[in-house]
């Protein structure tokens, strides 16, 4: 079994390459809920979200999220109604909220209603969300706190960043299957997804960073920051808070209690040293994921450089 760990736009964007080169079945995600958000009276959580689309060969490629040729007409006439619409739901993704809040609403925990929506949308991976209690992401900046979509999408990030938490992980427990699967698993990828806000509510749930400390399995993390920079989104402003250098050595640091392997950027090949100085394996190969022919190839590099990973790690 492989695991992935995952969340926003750059894990959706790795998983639609690996989905074209291992069988689904041997696959299971564990997603990022720390985004989520009732909008409209709807229960959205736009990780997993991207994850299924991305799983059922439905997410839009011009924008990363939401629906391929999605239409946007019922957030239209709510704008029209006085309705807050800086958050974009299309008409095509809102069926996906309206059933996840129905089956919420029946009782379902947030792991089984996923779980239902993903086998409905013909889907044979596993997707597991982190957990049934409720971490959300909270954004400090100097004049109020805000949620992480607050701060992404309203805010288009561009406000300064004091500080990151997440509300409730104390309390929260892993979700069903997330601990089984880090410890049963011969592989563990950390999509090139945001290490604080993506990955970093994930870690925060009590007994995931430990189970990852524990299990046999060999863990490798593909970098988001190539060179000084995100390749998209805040990565690099939320790393700063976090007193990690926004470079390879910084997502390194951000896991080094548990990784075996990070996947760079050739760019990034004079600073593999610093890395392995971590005690940290470094794999160096092209992670811009701008056709379909790159995000398999990072998905098979990655997994071919796992694999001797786990060999030089037993
Ligand atoms: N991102 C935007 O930049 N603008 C949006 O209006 C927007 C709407 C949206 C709706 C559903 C969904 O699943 C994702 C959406 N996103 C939007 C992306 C979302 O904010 C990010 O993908 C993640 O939360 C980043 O981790």
């Known amino acids: ?3 992935v760990l995952t969340g926003g736009t750059g894990g959706a964007k790795f998983v639609q390459g690996l989905r074209q080169i291992v069988p689904p079945q041997q696959v299971a995600y564990i997603v990022n809920t720390g985004d989520d958000l009732r909008w409209w009276g709807l229960h959205v959580s736009p990780d997993v979200d991207s994850i299924l689309y991305a799983l059922a060969g439905r997410l839009s490629r011009e924008r990363g999220w939401g629906v391929e040729a999605d239409t946007f007409e019922c957030l239209e006439i709510m704008r029209q ?3 807050p619409s800086w958050f974009q739901l299309g008409d095509r993704d809102l069926a996906t909220h309206l059933l996840r809040t129905q089956l919420l609403s029946e009782g379902s925990t947030l792991a089984k209603a996923n779980a239902d929506i993903a086998r409905r949308f013909g889907i044979e991976s596993q997707v597991l969300v982190m957990s049934n209690e409720r971490v959300e992401t909270r954004v400090q900046t100097p004049s109020a706190e805000l949620s992480f979509q607050e701060y992404f999408v309203r805010e288009r990030y561009a406000v300064e960043v004091r500080g990151v938490r997440f ?3 104390e309390q929260a427990k892993p979700a069903p299957g997330v601990i089984e699967s880090i410890m049963a698993a011969e592989k563990i990828i950390l999509a090139p997804s945001n290490p604080v806000t993506s990955i970093g509510p994930i870690l925060a749930v009590p007994g995931i960073r430990q189970a990852l400390q524990q299990t046999p399995a060999a863990i490798a993390a593909i970098s988001p920051i190539i060179g000084e920079a995100a390749v998209s989104g805040p990565a690099a402003a939320l790393m700063k808070t ?3 250098p926004v470079s390879i050595v910084g997502i390194a640091q951000a896991y080094r209690d548990f990784l075996d392997l990070l996947v760079c950027d050739i760019e990034d090949a004079d600073r593999q040293h610093d ?4 005690g940290i394996a470094v794999s160096c190969t092209r992670t811009l994921m701008r056709s379909d022919a790159d995000k398999q190839a990072l998905a098979r590099a990655t997994l071919e450089a796992t694999e001797s ?5 037993t």
């Not at 890395?275 to 971590?278: D, I, P, R």
């Not at 990973?309 to 790690?313: K, P, Q």
């Open 275 to 278: 890395v392995e100085q971590l």
């Open 167 to 169: 509300d409730g992980a």
């Open 309 to 313: 990973a786990a060999v030089t790690a």
């Open 242 to 244: 976090q007193g990690w």
């Open 81 to 83: 109604l006085g309705q």
């Open 1 to 3: 079994m492989i695991v």
